[in-house]
């Protein structure tokens, strides 16, 4: 079993920067992959960013160049650093984690909203 719990989100203006935090806990050792993933209202969630056991990153276009995901061993803590953000950013962010070759974890996801 694997938790994961979101922190970070909140209200930003436009152009501005957040940083969440995912503090995974249990069996971290497993973890192969984990990733953000987010949801804006009346959407289906999407995959923003990933990152693999050997530290290889994937980003949606959307975000290419503005956000950047990390994953400190360590402090079993998954970042997701967003820069310039946008209107379009906002959304409800959820991290991600995949145990074994199937197993998925959810966090309980955490608002983000960029004002105009």
């Known amino acids: 079993q694997v938790q994961l719990v979101e922190f970070g989100g909140g209200l930003v203006q436009a152009g501005g920067s957040l940083r969440l935090s995912c503090a995974a806990s249990?069996?971290?050792?497993?973890?192969?992959?984990m990733a953000w993933y987010r949801q804006a209202p009346g959407e289906q969630r999407e995959l923003v960013a990933k990152i693999s056991s050997t530290s290889t990153t994937d980003y949606v276009a959307a975000v290419k160049g503005r956000f950047t995901i990390s994953r400190d061993y360590a402090k079993n803590t998954l970042y997701l650093q967003m820069n310039s953000l946008k209107p379009e950013d906002t959304a409800v962010y959820y991290c991600?984690?995949?145990?074994?070759?199937?197993?998925?974890?959810w966090g309980q996801g955490t608002q983000v909203t960029v004002s105009s």
């Open positions: 249990g069996n971290t050792p497993s973890i192969n992959l």
């Open positions: 991600y984690a995949r145990v074994y070759v199937a197993n998925n974890y």
